[in-house]
């Protein structure tokens, strides 16, 4: 197996190119964003912290200008990471909202790479047993992905973010590339994922959520999204033996609490770091 060190440079346009920011002597945190997103606008509040790690950035197959060819979802998302992880080693992997099915996926076929995991709003409702909330949800979300065929980009993004319950949805600058691989994106719910076997993977694990009111929420997805996303991360850390962290001021996109959850995954990294056996440390 190759464990190059990372390049630092440009982020190339091919799908699975990393950009890798700070020196590679520090912890590798692998960063990934979700649905309609791309790497570089999804991340930015976390730049800053290539000061003390290395990090990396990088537009999930679907999403890269040039990739026209890749089909978006937990199973091109899994392939490209066990990729990206069998070059250059051990990696932190932190997942925002739908790209968390392809990082569990990506951990259960290679565990030894993946030196942790950070969930951020997770949507995988499919783990949640007996709960109305859920299980609606995810119909829904199959239903709306069954009729996708019949929308352009903008219109599905408009119908999927009634699904999840906006009162207000809030409008979208969206480039159309991220809108159509939306539109195709299999919904994360549907990946073959099951309790048992993310317990069995040991895998430190964090799953971080937004709050659930407050005046920068919209209530109605708070309630229907926001409230199946925590019912997700109890059982997610449950069965992972995890910490589940909620940023109350945060809505869906956590990250952009800058502060807060910066301090989240520095936290993360510095309770790895005092459980590692350290006379075996990985690159990772």
């Given at each position: 197996?190759r ?12 799908p ?8 590679p ?8 964003h979700?649905?309609a997103?791309?790497g570089s606008?999804s991340?930015?509040?976390q ?12 537009d999930r197959p ?11 979802g937990w ?7 066990l ?12 997942a925002?909202g ?5 990082v569990?996926l990506?951990?259960?076929?290679a565990p ?10 997770p ?5 949640v047993?007996g709960?109305s909330l859920?299980?609606d ?6 239903e709306?992905h069954?009729?996708s065929?019949?929308?352009?980009g903008?219109?599905?993004l408009r ?6 319950g ?6 979208l ?13 299999t ?6 994922l ?7 993977l ?11 009111e407050g005046?920068e ?5 708070r309630?229907v ?5 925590w ?5 997610l ?23 807060l959850f ?8 510095d ?12 690159a990772?």
């Amino acid at each position: 197996m190759r464990h190059a060190e990372p390049d630092p440079g440009s982020l190339a346009d091919d799908p699975g190119a990393v950009l890798w920011l700070g020196s590679p002597e520090q912890p590798r945190v692998l960063l990934l964003h979700d649905i309609a997103m791309t790497g570089s606008t999804s991340w930015l509040g976390q730049l800053q912290l290539a000061d003390d790690m290395c990090l990396g950035i990088v537009d999930r197959p679907g999403y890269a200008i040039t990739d026209r060819a890749s089909t978006a979802g937990w199973t091109s998302d899994a392939r490209m990471l066990l990729d990206v992880l069998d070059r250059n080693g051990p990696a932190h992997l932190v997942a925002h909202g739908c790209s968390a099915a392809g990082v569990l996926l990506a951990a259960q076929l290679a565990p030894t790479l993946v030196s942790s995991i950070v969930l951020v709003e997770p949507p995988l409702f499919q783990l949640v047993e007996g709960s109305s909330l859920t299980e609606d949800l995810a119909g829904k979300l199959g239903e709306l992905h069954d009729r996708s065929c019949l929308m352009d980009g903008e219109e599905f993004l408009r119908e999927y973010q009634l699904t999840l319950g906006y009162l207000e949805p809030p409008p979208l600058d969206v480039p159309e590339r991220c809108a159509e691989a939306a539109r195709k994106e299999t919904p994360a719910c549907h990946a073959p994922l099951d309790l048992a076997s993310i317990a069995a993977l040991q895998t430190m694990m964090t799953v971080v959520v937004g709050g659930r009111e407050g005046p920068e929420h919209d209530p109605g997805e708070r309630t229907v999204f926001g409230g199946a996303l925590w019912q997700t991360a109890e059982v997610l850390v449950e069965a992972a033996d995890g910490w589940l962290v909620p940023v109350e001021p945060a809505g869906h996109a956590v990250q952009r609490c800058t502060g807060l959850f910066n301090g989240v995954l520095r936290r993360h990294l510095d309770t790895w770091w005092s459980n590692m056996d350290h006379s075996h440390a990985a690159a990772g």
